[in-house]
């Protein structure tokens, strides 16, 4: 018996020698290091059987054949390190993008692995991993906030050079872009004051958008009433506020809005519009359920909220539309919004797993066989257009257009939004407005 | 005496205390300790790193998480209402599932399997597509329920309003917080040897006094092991809480943990998240004792030799005993499932005036995702290991905390418990992190072997819990009798003890396998898409990151389910066969 208590206090005391061992380990390792993104040379491109290997673009600045040939040989001299890589591994929420993607992945003969979907999930392996010095993605997509959060850890940085990154002319050729210029988000347009850069990445969509999307029942909102808002400010009378129901910009991931609402209606408003709404019980904090959910069964008669939540509803053939702003409701201009994340930018990681396949997928993505694909495969209909001028659009929604028209046109719509320094400050300071206004309305933020 | 002594002798050293036994003990300790421990260990740690967010840049130790995290005044209210929403369920739910645990086991009623069956049924249902019914049933302005009496002439509002501390009762009532509890106390009451009803019956004790004052009594050890199961769970309860007390901005302890972590900024507060759920740690430290007190105070040894499980006759009150099972089951499994099925046939569910109502668009979405087959694929993989070799493995844990005299069997326990220390929506980062760190490990990472260890262990706080109350009811006479005919150990356990313990393996590996087909929170880090689970693939459809597919994301829950209950219906034809027989059950 002795023996035994001996035996087991011997054998606790190596395991808890072990367990201490591992608790204390250093929890930033050394980083394992990684292949470089070098392409390993080969020979000559090998196409997948029944793919259709994209072509050496049109070049449109005229190239010198010489230039052309080099980029040639450098294009196919890429396909073949990728295809030796065999995989890219994307990280993110493509949703219905995903046939596009996995058609990039059939046509080069590349695997595409898919990492998690979710935000936070998505994020806190990224950060997990690269913390202990395994980089596992190639490329991703997420909304603003995580890529915010991946920026703060150093993800982005290797690609403050992009031409290193770009090498396609298609992809370059700067007179295919609707503005007339390349939105990149490189990590210095994207730093705040505290140093920490925020959403960078490659953007290839925009959106044209009001302040927030005003929606409406056109069997119980008479055109009256319709005629009679002319500004965001009217959406303050109490017959309005009573009908109407308005999701909390400030709780839900609403980026984009939020930091609309802040520049152009400001603070002053902001405060007034969620208080009132507050007040009438209207206002509502979880998830877009029960707002389609009311909306569909008759509970509001108008609604200031994301334009899923609108769609949903407008999909499901129920008697709903967008009141679409016409100068009454500019505001100071519809706006060219090419500042968020989301589905209209991806992200570059430093140190990707399979670079070769990175930077294959990254130079495709922007040409036009790229955003032709991501456009007319995509498996419903979506609100950003292609940066790009030389692509079928796909199904765009009316109201995207519509508002492109209401602006006079897309040509018309002048020099967009330009996001940076003072962006990132933006999306600061509303936030931090924000979390106030929801303590003084007793709201759990 | 001298027989006792001889066959004692004649047991295998593992339980007689020698080296080996110790020795095997250690190991366990060792490895359990390891697995279930350092990631709740890696997760305290990180509640001492200050910096805004723990997986940015190099740690800044301090103790400042564990003081601002209390600053929030949120959180004693939280907290209150925490454990207001626990007793009361705790408070309802138990009278009612022991009243039905002990009609199911004790009485003689008819379709009692099929009656405990359907309260299987009900566990299995996700909590998520639960609520969704219920909000879709009694919202108080466009609920199916209060639409329908408002038609009424002499009702102008809906009287049932499902977004209230009432509805949020009734809705946990409804998913497990009375199935849960009948799914384990059945198998116990069940095991009561007839004798001691007998002996009070004869001493002129009334049938209800019987019951109350000796077959409940005797039962207090399973009874008091589910209200402390209940209890380390009190901070996991989410969804329901989540949804429906949201809209009347009524929190409690999860949901601020979870809006500490979900932050519309992007970055979440893991320092004061983990302090706060560090609560849960408090109530193991109450937990451990107290029920080792309970089960040391008297004998609850129920299953002996002379076992004879006796059925008492319900009389006149038969039939409105068993209708009012039907109603409650009914509640409980067909109003949520025809509202799954039927919406996930509808263009946007719950909502009769869109247009086309119907579609089957959904169903073609969902079994044309190419990420389904793989789905179905790992989850019926995950499920069946974790089916199967779960219940084996706590039995084993438990029959060494519970049989043995070996020492180190309180360290066992206290793993055990407090595996459970930190909710899933935390410890899926210490898994992650611990799979990262670990050399022997690590290389597991982005394979489904790292799942498959998650799931195994998964749910091990209930399983061996459940095994420790059988076998303390098990008498020992059986086995000694066993070892007396000069069987082996091998023999003995498989020829006696595993018969009597047969539904509680059963019961214990459909626990296990439901869990590892709907879990999401434990491995949603290490899963990969070549190793995504049904589970997860629900998540994101239901959770708008992948568009709007709440329809899908319902048809998920339901194939899920389906596997469930068929995976169930085969375990309890099996179980009901090798298990104890009920030869006078009606």
Redesign the interface.
Known sequence: MKAARWTLITALLLGLAAFAVACGADPTPTPVPTATPTPVPAPTATPVPGATAMPAPEPTATPTPDAMAAFKEEWDALIAAAQQEGELVFIGAWGDYRPAILHFGEMYGINIVEGPASGRQSAERLLAERQRGVYAADSYNRGGGTFRRLGDAGTWEAYADIEELLIHPDALDVSKQRFGQFFWALPEDYTDADGKSGMTGLRWQFQVTEVSPIAYNTTTVSQETLDSIQSYRDLLRPEIVERTVMDNFFIAASTGRRVRMWRIMGPEFLEQLLTAYSAAGNLLQEGDRRLVDGMAQGKWDMSISSSGSVDDVIDAGLPWAYLVPDERLLEGGLLPDIAGGGARMVGVPTNPANPNAAKLFHNWLLTQEGQTAIHTMYDGDFSNPSLRNDVPQGQIRDRVWDNIGMSGGIEEIGQPLAPGVEYQQDLDDSLQFGHDLMEKLGITF | MAQLTQVRARLPAVFR???T???I???T??IL??YLI?PV??IL?MSFNTVE?V?????VWGFDNWVTAWDNP?VFEALFNSFLIWFLVAGISFPVAISISLILARTRIPFSNSLEFGFWIAYMFPQLSTT?GW??LA?P??GMLNTALKALPFIDEGPFNVFSIPGIIWVKLMGDGIAFKVMLLTPAFRNMDAALEEAARVSGASKIGTMLRVTVPVMVSPIVLILALQLVRIFSGFETE??LG??F?F?VYST?IY?L??T?????NYGDAIVLASVTLAIIAFIIPFQRWIISRRHYTTVVGSFRPGLIDLGPWKVPIVTGLIVLLAFMTIVPAIILMVGSFM??S??F????LWTTAHWEFVFTD?RFLTATQTTLILAFVSGIGSPLIFSLIAYMIVRTR???RW?LDIIIWGSAGIPGIISG?GL??MF???PGLSFLY?TIWALIIVVLIQGNTTGTNVFKGVLVQLGKDMEEAARVGGAGWTRTYFRIVLPVIMPTMLLIGTLNFVTAASTTASI??L????TITLS?LG??WG??????R?EAAAIVSLIIMMLTVGVALVARAFGLKLGVSHRDRA
Request: hydrophobic content about 45%; charged content about 15%.
């Open positions: 205390g020698s080296g036994g110790s020795f003990m250690a190991m300790i060792l300790g390891f350092y260990v890696i740690i967010d997986l940015i840049g190099a740690p949120l969704i909000i879709l919202d302005d466009v989540y949804l949201r809209p901005q929190f601020l809006n972590i979900s519309p900024t992007g970055f979440p263009t946007l719950g909502i005036a869109a247009k086309p190419t070996l020492g180190g360290i980062l992650l992190i990262l760190d670990t982005g949603i880090l899963a990969s898409r070549d997860i998540l994101e959770s708008g990151d992948q568009g709007s709440r």
